[in-house]
């Protein structure tokens, strides 16, 4: 990894520009989840778009997803290397295999997943992003309710097998986040293999949850309500810490949720995360549009980028090849 700040450039280019159909993925690449926002009376509705970069953040291509109607989000390669994302709004599981190519969406319960978990035996787990019936904050989009209903959802986990059979829905509680509608919007399986890390997006809880016993467990991390510190996405590194969002940068805490090192961006909104690979990781900053690359051992951010669009990058990942 050279070092490589750009602050506007590749990342901006004319919509049409570098758009192909298919691009298979290369060792490293990264991919960013950063919808066209096209309407002015919806701030999450817009023409879904991927973008791939190379590991040093220069643009490559930009994937198009013409049947999402909202923000696309929760980005994150499998084991077997097929990358999956996901419009909350429109109910959709959007997959891609390793040569780019678009694959059948998934077919999940109606919900408005928002992101996706593995387990090292094949399971895998689906987030709802949504909870509760109302926001307490003011919107400028509409959150959709579950059909038949009047609520968003219920911020549930729900457990499939390796083949994609549903096998249960975990009643997970969550804490709704800033606005009270966020439900599970992220979530990683500790090392022990059974307990679920997660949190509400903007809350200041890291919850847990027993997976085989299905009950929840006390708080991994509980900050003050309205004393700032608020948590975003999470990963365990390669190292086992585990590395959450918090806006400003990245904490890294231990099993015991004691801070061990705090990572500083410099800027707030930050929010996404990407899986750790060999000592480095990528995030997205939802508010401004950028992108960064973090070496863990120094703490030096080695390369950075603009997408072009604020508020719009939710989601990131790189390709493990």
């Known amino acids: 990894m050279h070092r490589r ?27 960013v989840g950063c919808t066209v926002l096209n309407d002015p009376k919806d701030d999450h509705r817009g023409r879904g778009r991927i973008l791939q970069y190379d590991a040093e953040l220069r643009l490559k291509n930009s994937i198009w997803l013409d049947d999402t109607t909202h923000i696309v989000q929760g980005l994150k390669f499998s084991p077997d290397r097929t990358l999956w994302a996901f419009d909350s709004f429109a109910y ?28 090292e035996d094949g399971r895998f787990f689906l987030g709802e992003n949504f909870v509760g019936e109302k926001s307490r904050v003011p919107l400028g989009t509409t959150l959709p309710f579950m059909s038949g209903t009047r609520r968003f959802g219920d911020g549930h986990l729900f457990e499939f097998s390796k083949t994609g059979k549903l ?34 997006e903007s809350g200041p809880r890291i919850m847990r949850w027993d997976l085989i016993a299905q009950r929840s467990l006390p708080d991994l991390v509980i900050a003050p309500e309205n004393a700032g510190r608020i948590f975003f996405d999470l990963r365990f590194d390669e190292a086992g810490r585990l590395l959450v969002v918090n806006g400003r940068g990245i904490d890294a805490v231990d099993d015991a949720g004691r801070l061990i090192r705090s990572y500083s961006f410099g800027s707030f909104g930050w929010a996404s995360l990407a899986t750790p690979r060999s000592g480095y990781v990528y995030a997205s900053n939802f508010f401004s549009g950028e992108l960064a690359c973090l070496d863990l051992a120094s703490g030096e951010i080695v390369a950075r980028v603009q997408t072009g669009i604020r508020k719009s990058a939710s989601g990131i990942d790189s390709f493990p090849g």
């Open 5 to 31: 700040a750009v602050l506007a450039g590749l990342g901006a280019l004319p919509l049409s520009a570098m758009s192909q159909t298919a691009l298979a993925f290369a060792r490293g690449d990264v991919v």
């Open 92 to 119: 959709k599981v959007v997959r891609l295999s390793a040569d780019g190519r678009r694959l059948p969406d998934f077919k999940a319960p109606a919900r408005s997943f928002g992101h996706i978990t593995f387990a």
């Open 167 to 200: 096998i249960r829905e975990h009643a997970t509680p969550v804490h709704g986040g800033m606005g009270g509608f966020q439900g599970l919007t992220s979530s990683a399986i500790a090392p022990d293999g059974r307990t679920l890390i997660y949190t509400s």
